[in-house]
């Protein structure tokens, strides 16, 4: 009998980045002097290592911990032990011991660096590297008094030489010229494709979902005195080679809310559950995001696929097999593969409110064949 748990609780993952924030983390987590400090984000379900290029080196800076028994054990070190009834069989067989994505709870509290990411065919081809660095966010919230918005895409684009010239000589006057502040709101959900910069507005806290990867190039290499050092800027290439990946196509404020806000999709309405799809393949073929409201004690159909689920809003129990955990506002656990069906329970006169971050099927997929 496997008596590997169907339910993981994944305890905070904090990890440090060249910028500041994580007070509304802070409070998730139940913390009582709660602050803005140098780790600003929360890694969930994460088997990708930070990569912190001029930090001093943290082992398995990155990588989730699960409470099994109440004792913290490295993620990967159970998805090794049994990929099968973690991941499912169809997972498994195409990605081996990968999640094949990353999920993020983000609160920054000042505007972050401007930046981008590779594609993945750049990655796979210029880079050795299997993933690029497609990402999707859900905000979920926005501090008092701050005018929520990102960047995101050119609106007055740079020739790639000019380009080259502004980033190398941190001619920002000049680089921010380029931008226009893309309006946001909780709610709404946003990707932006490898290639395009952008960089968030302060006081967004949101959760992030991407391809498995830690690939940046950053354009600027200083914000509020934080310094971002000589090896973290360009993915260890020449700057001249790394400022390739950028797509300088012209993108209007209006052809940007068209591109890339998406609008939620409506699966599922039955008693006590009302299922969306929020992020899928139309965007990403490798992850989904799903969020369900619920309202009384319902069954949730997990269908061979595994699940990290992190709680937004409300208190609750999840249940399946023997397995229960306890949620609130801010948890986050990992749902196996092998579960099949999770029930999940709102306590309260509040409803549950869970996001859902999936694998993506590849329609592909053949069942391997025994010898």
């Not at 398995?60 to 004792?71: D, Y």
């Not at 986050?332 to 099927?361: D, M, Y």
């Amino acid at each position: 009998m496997n008596n590997n748990p169907l339910i993981l609780d994944l305890p905070p993952n904090r990890v440090r980045r060249n910028y500041h924030g994580g007070l509304n983390l802070d409070r998730f987590a139940g913390k009582t002097n709660a602050s803005d400090g140098n780790r600003p984000e929360d890694w969930l379900c994460s088997l990708t290592e930070a990569l912190n290029p001029g930090m001093a080196n943290e082992a398995n800076e990155g990588i989730s911990r699960a409470l099994v028994n109440g004792r913290p054990i490295l993620l990967r070190e159970l998805i090794e032990r049994d990929p099968v009834h973690y991941l499912g069989k169809r997972h498994s067989c195409q990605f081996g011991v990968q999640i094949g994505f990353l999920a993020k709870l983000l609160d920054p509290s000042m505007r972050l660096h401007m930046q981008a990411h590779p594609t993945r065919e750049y990655s796979n081809k210029e880079l050795g590297k299997p993933w690029g660095k497609f990402e999707c966010y859900l905000i979920l919230s926005v501090r008092p008094g701050v005018e929520p918005y990102i960047y995101l895409g050119f609106q007055r684009p740079p020739t790639a030489q000019e380009w080259h010239r502004i980033v190398t000589e941190q001619d920002i006057p000049a680089m921010m010229a380029c931008f226009e502040k893309i309006p946001v709101k909780p709610g709404e959900a946003w990707y932006v494709p490898g290639g395009f910069p952008h960089a968030l507005g302060e006081g967004l806290t949101l959760l992030e979902v991407m391809e498995p990867s830690d690939l940046v190039v950053r354009c600027e290499f200083e914000r509020n005195g934080i310094i971002v050092p000589p090896d973290a800027r360009f993915m260890g290439l020449d700057p001249s080679e790394a400022l390739q990946i950028f797509n300088y196509s012209h993108n209007s404020i209006e052809e940007i809310q068209r591109k890339f806000s998406i609008t939620a999709e409506t699966l599922t309405v039955r008693d006590g559950l009302t299922e969306f799809l929020r992020i899928g393949p139309r965007q990403i073929d490798c992850f989904e995001v799903r969020e369900i409201w619920v309202e009384s004690r319902s069954e949730y159909v997990m269908g061979g696929r595994f699940a990290v689920a992190v709680v937004v809003e409300g208190e609750g129990v999840i249940h399946s097999g023997q397995d229960s955990l306890l949620v609130r506002k801010g948890s986050c656990c990992f749902l196996a593969a092998a579960s099949n069906r999770v029930q999940i329970e709102p306590r309260g006169s509040a409803r549950l409110k869970v996001l859902l971050c999936l694998p993506g099927w590849n329609d592909s997929y053949e069942e391997p064949t025994s010898r």
